[in-house]
């Protein structure tokens, strides 16, 4: 049995039944068998039916949801609120795009050969999707990978992280509930090595991974021929801050990329280059922010920064901050365990270039701050890791942002906005190290289809 524990205080939440390779075995016959019988696939109308059904469904749960995700994954209250929002817009995204899953005419007649013949492309279900998810986002990420698949007519088995399973369990619950058929979403609560057999089976025609850089690139290497995937790993996300930006509006969007979900997010503010000019000003600032943030049982409306997903991630970053300040790094707040499951919000001042905290991802709420008087010296820096996700810019400058959006290695820059900023109808992905393939509800959706082209001829054409 898996016991399903509270990250803040380690508390049983629930037990449930974890299986092994048989039943990944039978999970991959049962989608296989569904997709091969093209008589059971869903038409595009009882797909939209189900997925408004489902949102129907999702909205009278939503605080019921809330405190789920909460209470699994350590996001705080207010937080866990806006994820299963989101995720609810989600799924109605979905629906609203299956009716944009479309081919196009081919042109024909260009050449001697070609005449009188009709040519066009459709898109059809690309076949069983696997989907193997990470715990910070237990519901929305679940809708991301799932909710996709079922809008794009693939059957999908699921596998969740073992931290965070319920509100996986309780999603594919309420997509049966809609009039989802048996078969066509099969949760697998299991360990690495039957995930590593669900993910690498050649019954699999697409793979969806959210995880660790070295778990995703590994999977890849191991998957069947012809086998697509999505690979979305972490980044150590950069800022370039000008001497003009404006600090009302920098130094809430810097706390709230740097700190939400104790830094929990693939995308999290992590390096700060400020202008020597005011760096100092900044980091202070940030500084004061932090310190003030509220910390603890996510359960508690008033919390503002949750506990890590483990004890072991608190020890992690606890060493790695200490690292750092042996290094050279100055501690301008935090840098202490609250207790073996919360650390407190942290802000560093000049780390070594060659410091964990400056070159890998902390996941954790620690941000760090670098003086630089030269842009493009620290645009060399933040691009010189192997990592390239989402980054961003501040400044009043048109010209400086576009340079910088140009200059940046990253899938997305922000302007004027936090490294973390999303929406769930934009592309988002890693390139590089930090991944392959976009993900986005639509972006999803196309990936999990495939053309096929038909040609017609005929004498009156």
């Not at 909460?70 to 979905?94: F, M, T």
């Amino acid at each position: 049995m898996l016991k399903v524990t509270s990250p803040f205080d380690l508390s049983l939440i629930k037990e449930i039944p974890i299986v092994g390779k048989k039943e990944v075995e039978s999970a991959l016959k049962k989608a296989h068998s569904l997709f091969l019988n093209q008589e059971k696939w869903l038409p595009p109308h009882e797909r939209i039916a189900i997925l408004h059904k489902t949102v129907a469904i999702m909205k009278t749960k939503v605080d019921e949801l809330t405190k789920l995700a909460a209470s699994e994954g350590g996001k705080p209250l207010i937080d866990s609120k806006v994820e299963v929002l989101r995720a609810i817009n989600g799924v109605q995204l979905a629906a609203e795009h299956i009716g944009q899953l479309k081919g196009e005419q081919i042109p024909m007649g260009l050449t001697k050969a070609s005449e009188n013949r009709l040519g066009f492309t459709t898109r059809e279900p690309i076949g069983v999707v696997a989907s193997i998810s990470a715990f910070n986002h237990p519901l929305n990420l679940i809708v991301h990978q799932v909710v996709t698949a079922v809008a794009a007519g693939c059957p999908v088995i699921v596998k969740p992280a073992l931290t965070t399973p319920l509100s996986c369990l309780a999603l594919v619950e309420i997509l049966h509930e809609g009039g989802l058929p048996e078969g066509w979403c099969q949760a697998i609560i299991c360990e690495n090595d039957a995930a590593e057999l669900l993910a690498t089976d050649k019954r699999v025609n697409y793979l969806s991974f959210i995880g660790s850089a070295k778990v995703g690139w590994y999977l890849k290497s191991k998957l069947s021929p012809g086998t697509r995937c999505a690979l979305e790993h972490g980044g150590v996300a950069p800022v370039i801050v000008e001497k003009d930006a404006d600090f009302t509006e920098l130094i809430p969007a810097l706390a709230k990329g740097g700190f939400y979900h104790a830094g929990q997010v693939c995308v999290s503010v992590q390096r700060v280059f400020a202008h020597e000019s005011i760096v100092d000003e900044l980091a202070r600032e940030l500084s004061e922010v932090a310190s003030k943030l509220v910390v603890g049982n996510q359960m508690d409306e008033k919390t503002e920064v949750g506990p890590l997903i483990l004890p072991k991630e608190v020890d992690r970053v606890e060493q790695w901050v200490n690292e750092a300040i042996e290094e050279g790094a100055i501690l301008l707040t935090g840098g202490k365990r609250i207790s073996n499951t919360c650390f407190e919000p942290t802000v560093l001042l000049n780390s070594s270039e060659y410091s964990k905290v400056s070159t890998l991802e902390i996941f954790g709420p620690v941000v760090c701050v670098y003086a630089y008087s030269d842009r493009n010296k620290a645009i060399e820096i933040a691009n010189s890791l192997d990592y390239h996700f989402q980054a961003a810019v501040f400044t009043k400058n048109i010209d400086i942002a576009f340079e910088c959006v140009k200059k940046l290695n990253a899938t997305a820059v922000m302007v004027n906005d936090h490294t973390a900023f999303r929406v769930d109808w934009m592309p988002f992905g890693g390139r590089d190290a930090s991944g392959i393939g976009m993900g986005g509800i639509q972006y999803s959706m196309h990936e999990m289809t495939r053309e096929k082209l038909m040609v017609f001829k005929s004498s009156v054409l």
